[in-house]
């Protein structure tokens, strides 16, 4: 297990209001954050550990709350973004130094809810390294329950989400976990309980 | 179900795997001085590494066979927050294996409150010829073992669903 180096989790982004300005081309995916593997990420072989995956991909999320226009000071007045589930797909090792690309696509969203796609891609190769699907809740902290998105907020993610339309949705989305035999029977699936 | 229930990590009488007890860590928190979503993931990964340790797949097999576990996948449901001062305890069920994938599913309490629930599907990795490879003799013979003391274990609705889907 890697042991961060600092007291807390912080992302590279904390501190950085956040600055929608409307006019401003939205990219299809977004590209908001990329990185440089660094030491404290990797195993004893010198692989990047399991969770630090996870941790890169937190990284571009906080970008693209602040894209959005979710930073310290909105999360101050009471609500923030949760996440609910993030299922992530490892591909492919990740080498100390190695550059990450971070991509994020906007597969759906209603009043309170955002279904997102993260890809870590390698920076010279684009050799796809692991994908985070993860669904987020907008939330009332104070209250402890979801609550709707301002209309502001809405308005922008609707011009994000008009702006991925034509993005396929990638295979993997929504896609049950599964030991998958040759040959099997979907009743036999079913008697596993799967 | 209750992690505290069961502090012997044995998996014997149909329990789950219980061995994972640990404090939150400091630098597991972010700035709310909540658990960060990325450490639920490294809460999960050392619980289900004391079950590869268990089943004889941990470092020493590394070290040994010069072959690894894998995680290929991890789908986490994050239930509640955690903070500091709250003892993380986990309860795995090894769900389903073939002769070199393995799938556990843990439940994550803290202080006894199911906080999360993960599921990891890992494949056995020959890293010296760098792919896939059946598990040794001895070693399926222990997956066994253990999935036969889980298999009447329930098995969470959730199970296999993919995000978003409800029970």
């Known amino acids: 297990m890697t042991e961060p180096t600092s007291s807390r989790i912080t992302t590279p982004y904390e501190g950085r209001a956040a600055a929608w300005t409307g006019d401003a081309e939205i990219g299809a995916p977004l590209r908001l954050h990329r990185t440089t593997a660094p030491p404290e990420w990797m195993d004893y072989n010198d692989h990047m550990s399991?969770?630090?995956?996870?941790?890169?991909?937190?990284?571009?999320?906080?970008?693209?709350?602040?894209?959005?226009?979710?930073?310290?000071?909105?999360?101050?007045?009471?609500?923030?973004?949760?996440?609910?589930?993030?299922?992530?797909?490892?591909?492919?090792?990740?080498?100390?130094?190695?550059?990450?690309?971070?991509?994020?696509q906007l597969l759906d969203h209603d009043r309170r809810r955002l279904h997102?796609?993260?890809?870590?891609?390698?920076?010279?190769?684009?050799?796809l390294l692991a994908?985070?699907?993860?669904?987020?809740?907008?939330?009332?902290?104070?209250?402890?329950?979801s609550a709707d998105l301002p209309d502001h907020l809405l308005a922008r993610l609707d011009a994000i989400a008009a702006a991925h339309a034509d993005l396929p949705e990638p295979d993997v989305v929504g896609r049950p976990m599964g030991i998958r035999r040759r040959h099997e029977q979907p009743e036999q699936r079913e008697r596993r309980g799967q | 179900m209750s992690a505290e229930a069961s502090p012997d990590p044995a998996p014997r009488g149909g329990a789950p795997f219980a061995a994972?007890?640990?404090?939150?860590?400091?630098?597991?928190?972010?700035y709310n001085g909540h658990l960060n979503d990325s450490s639920y993931a490294v809460v999960l990964s050392a619980a289900h590494e004391l079950v590869l340790e268990h089943l004889g797949l941990s470092a020493d097999y590394r070290e040994s066979h010069q072959a690894s576990m894998f995680t290929?996948?991890?789908?986490?449901?994050?239930?509640?927050?955690?903070?500091?001062?709250?003892?993380l305890t986990a309860a795995t069920t090894l769900v389903d294996a073939d002769h070199k994938r393995l799938r556990l599913h843990s439940e994550l309490y803290a202080d006894g409150v199911l906080a999360?629930?993960?599921?990891?599907?890992?494949?056995?990795?020959?890293?010296?010829?760098?792919?896939?490879?059946?598990?040794?003799e001895d070693r399926q013979a222990r997956v066994a073992a253990m999935r036969e003391a889980h298999a009447d274990l329930p098995r969470p609705a959730h199970l296999g669903l993919g995000v978003g889907s409800r029970p």
């Open chain 1, 50 to 104: 399991e969770s630090c995956y996870l941790l890169a991909f937190g990284d571009s999320a906080d970008a693209f709350f602040r894209f959005l226009g979710i930073d310290e000071a909105y999360r101050a007045a009471g609500h923030s973004l949760y996440t609910t589930e993030t299922h992530l797909h490892h591909r492919h090792e990740v080498s100390l130094g190695e550059p990450l690309e971070m991509t994020l």
């Open chain 1, 116 to 127: 997102i796609f993260h890809e870590m891609r390698h920076g010279d190769t684009d050799l």
């Open chain 1, 131 to 145: 994908s985070a699907e993860q669904l987020l809740v907008h939330v009332d902290m104070g209250a402890g329950r």
């Open chain 2, 20 to 30: 994972y007890r640990q404090p939150v860590r400091g630098e597991w928190l972010d």
């Open chain 2, 72 to 87: 290929v996948e991890t789908h986490l449901r994050y239930l509640a927050e955690c903070s500091a001062g709250q003892t």
């Open chain 2, 116 to 136: 999360a629930t993960g599921e990891s599907l890992y494949v056995h990795v020959d890293t010296v010829a760098g792919h896939s490879a059946p598990l040794p």
